[in-house]
């Protein structure tokens, strides 16, 4: 795709509405022919995990704490009105009846768009999660310094 538009999307909230707003934008990106790239950091990268609940991952007492309370990309709250956590369902559930796409529906069109995936080394390495508990569109492991190379000329985006 070199010579389009670049797109780069920072992930750093691990809310429904934000990684929603983040999947939107990127799948909206690639689909009008832009160079899109998502870079996924701390509670970011909960979206990514495979296992999609509540699990005990990291090696040592506190990044298996931290994983387990966060749970993974069915246990996102919504950064507003989260209401113990119903309210993502609810609003699953508002976004089924008007015809909106779904978490997972975005997520699998960024990956046949060809959207590429970066998860931070730093934060996966604070919060004790292995690329092999990530989802497989991650292409890479990353530090910020290959990511904003990466990024270059590309608008950057903070979601």
């Not at 509405?17 to 899109?36: F, P, S």
């Not at 950091?41 to 991952?57: P, R």
Request: aromatic letters at 10%; proline letters at 1%; a neutral charge.
């Amino acid at each position: 795709m070199s010579g389009h538009k670049k797109i780069s999307i920072v992930c750093f909230s691990g809310d429904f509405d934000k990684m929603l707003a983040a999947y939107t934008i990127a799948t909206g990106a690639a689909a009008t022919n832009r160079e899109v790239t998502m870079f996924f950091t701390f509670w970011g990268l909960n979206a990514l995990k495979k296992n999609q609940g509540h699990s005990w991952l990291g090696k040592d007492f506190l990044s298996r704490m931290f994983n387990f309370l966060m749970g993974g990309k069915n246990n996102l709250p919504l950064s507003r009105l989260n209401f113990g956590g119903a309210s993502p369902k609810l609003m699953a559930g508002m976004m089924k009846k008007n015809n909106v796409a779904s978490l997972d529906e975005l997520m699998e069109a960024a990956s046949a768009l060809g959207i590429r995936f970066y998860a931070c080394e730093m934060s996966m390495h604070i919060l004790g999660v292995t690329k092999e508990d990530l989802i497989d569109d991650v292409q890479e492991v990353v530090g910020v310094a290959t990511f904003l190379n990466e990024s270059e000329d590309a608008h950057i985006i903070f979601i």
